[in-house]
């Protein structure tokens, strides 16, 4: 496994713990108005403290969980762009013809080079025959 796909995966567990921390903290949280709440429901008969709170849970289960599914995405995201670069690099890196290419890149410049500098030495003799 490439050093990219280590990192990746860190990063997205580090993700998870991070929602899963926040959410036990705000499920610890809410916890307690909730509890002070329905002791005081009996008082207050217009509003049922079960039903915000059953709100409150559900709309949180729901951020909570979009989170993950936006995690699972970027990992997946990020693990497509890992391979493709993945893919280029290894058979660059295993195959010996790789340096080639890159060589005759370099000779034909020199190639083009040269025939410059002869195509210009011709010249100069050239005019300088008819002086």
Avoid: C
Avoid at 11 to 31: D, F, P, Y
Avoid at 33 to 43: R, S, W, Y
Avoid at 89 to 97: D, K, V
Wanted: no cysteine; hydrophobic share 30%.
């Amino acid at each position: 496994m490439s050093k990219i796909r280590t990192y990746q995966q860190q990063v997205q567990e580090a993700l998870e713990k991070g929602i899963n921390t926040v959410e036990k903290q705000h499920k610890s949280l809410a916890e307690r108005p909730f509890k002070l709440a329905e002791k005081v429901e009996k008082q207050a008969k217009s509003y049922s403290i079960k039903s915000v709170r059953s709100k409150h849970d559900d709309y949180a289960n729901t951020a909570y969980e979009a989170l993950r599914v936006w995690n699972k995405r970027l990992g997946d995201y990020a693990t497509s762009l890992i391979s493709r670069f993945d893919k280029e690099a290894t058979p660059a890196e295993q195959s010996e013809g790789a340096e080639k290419p890159a060589a005759k890149k370099q000779s034909t410049g020199t190639k083009q080079s040269t025939a410059k500098k002869s195509t210009a030495a011709k010249k100069q003799s050239t005019q300088q025959a008819s002086a």
